[in-house]
């Protein structure tokens, strides 16, 4: 199974960019890189997955080095509202992804 | 659709007592994932079933955990007996398919246990 680590905390204020980077060393050909946003008292909410290079939705964007061995989450002008844990999973089926501590982002006024 | 539904929401009981946790997949996945998630280990994928079939309890932490789906819309997972050790949030989970397909998470039932 691939291990990420990812930031325990990261604070910012409304309307910056917020970019939050998973370390994936040992990351297999086959495996996709999916991002989960989990607010307090719900279950975790599929962000974005990529690949490789740049993925792009209305929520998020998902740089990845060629080398693949990381990724960064950006999160583009946060608001108060974005204030949740951030999970990194690395993996090419759903029983081999598992879930980390994640990275939990405080957005402040 | 109305997403993952879990019931109980919340769930109080006394150490010994058996616990009956339901979940409601979305209509047309074939796949049912039941995780737990506590302060100490985080979120742990428990059991999953395919097509109604249990593929991996691996995660299950022992013998007093079940977990049951009966048919294509409904899941249990049963504690029995109950331990105070067990209070965590537990979420059901579904989804198209094992591979990349996105998995949609229900809200959770809290359990505790006292």
């Known amino acids: 199974l691939a291990k990420t680590t990812q930031p325990i905390s990261m604070d910012s204020y409304e309307g910056q960019e917020v970019n939050i980077t998973c370390s994936h060393n040992?990351?297999?050909?086959?495996?996709?890189i999916t991002w989960y946003q989990q607010f307090p008292s719900q279950g975790p909410r599929f962000i974005i997955q990529g690949y490789k290079t740049k993925v792009t939705n209305e929520v998020a964007s998902l740089f990845i080095p060629a080398d693949r061995k990381s990724s960064t989450l950006s999160l583009p002008r946060v608001s108060l509202s974005d204030t949740a844990v951030y999970y990194c999973l690395v993996g090419d089926r759903r029983d081999d992804m598992r879930f980390g501590a994640g990275t939990r982002l405080t957005v402040k006024p | 659709d109305a997403g993952v539904i879990q019931s109980p929401r919340h769930e109080v009981t006394e150490m010994g007592q058996e616990v009956t946790l339901r979940c409601k997949p979305i209509?047309?996945?074939?796949?049912l994932f039941w995780y737990r998630q506590t302060m100490m280990r985080g979120l742990e994928l428990l059991i999953y079933?395919?097509?109604?079939?249990?593929?991996?309890d691996s995660g299950m932490p022992e013998d007093r955990f079940s977990a049951k789906m009966p048919n294509a819309s409904f899941s249990t997972l049963k504690i029995q007996p109950s331990e105070p050790r067990d209070s965590a949030v537990y979420f059901c989970a579904s989804s198209l398919s094992l591979t990349t397909d996105t998995q949609y998470f229900g809200p959770g039932t809290r359990l505790t246990v006292l």
């Open positions: 040992n990351i297999a050909t086959n495996d996709y």
């Open positions: 209509s047309g996945h074939d796949y």
């Open positions: 079933f395919n097509n109604n079939v249990p593929i991996d």
